[in-house]
């Protein structure tokens, strides 16, 4: 055996083996590589745009919260307008009823110390009546005098 003979062959195997693997197997190799170098290109991408979308929706979800809590201070505002506005509506209501029932009462009472004048001056009629029966010692027709009754309550 020659040493040279073995060491040409070898190499001839080994070129053989070199352009085999570079024909064949090579290309699977890249293809496989370049798939997964795309999965991991598509993944760190996906993930930066996670992160951006969500950076995106924390920013409009504090900008929702500051315009609902400035709503929502809005709205409080309103309220408590309308709450003073509703008081103050209720308080001139009641005025208005408390007049209205003091003039009621005050009418009531009007024609109250009118009966009662009215019935005072019937009293004194009689009372003049009884007194002027008892100075004549005479008995008077009330019937008889009734104009002149009339003309006594009306002095009263």
Not at 2 to 19: D, M, P, S
Not at 58 to 72: F, G, S
């Amino acid at each position: 055996m020659n040493i040279t003979l073995t060491l040409i062959a070898q190499a001839l195997v080994f070129a053989a083996f070199i352009w085999f693997t570079a024909k064949f197997v090579w290309p699977y190799v890249l293809r496989a590589i370049e798939t997964r170098q795309k999965t991991i290109a598509d993944g760190l991408a996906a993930a930066e745009q996670g992160h951006r979308s969500l950076e995106l929706s924390t920013r409009q979800a504090d900008e929702a919260i500051k315009e609902a809590r400035n709503r929502a201070a809005e709205i409080l505002g309103q309220a408590e307008k309308r709450s003073a506005q509703l008081i103050e509506e209720a308080k001139v209501a009641a005025k208005e009823e408390g007049s209205r029932e003091k003039a009621t009462a005050k009418a009531e009472i009007e024609q109250e110390v009118a009966r009662a004048r009215e019935l005072l001056r019937e009293h004194v009629a009689e009372l003049a009546v009884a007194g002027a029966e008892k100075i004549l010692r005479r008995e008077v027709d009330a019937r008889a005098h009734a104009q002149l009754l009339e003309e006594i309550k009306r002095q009263f």
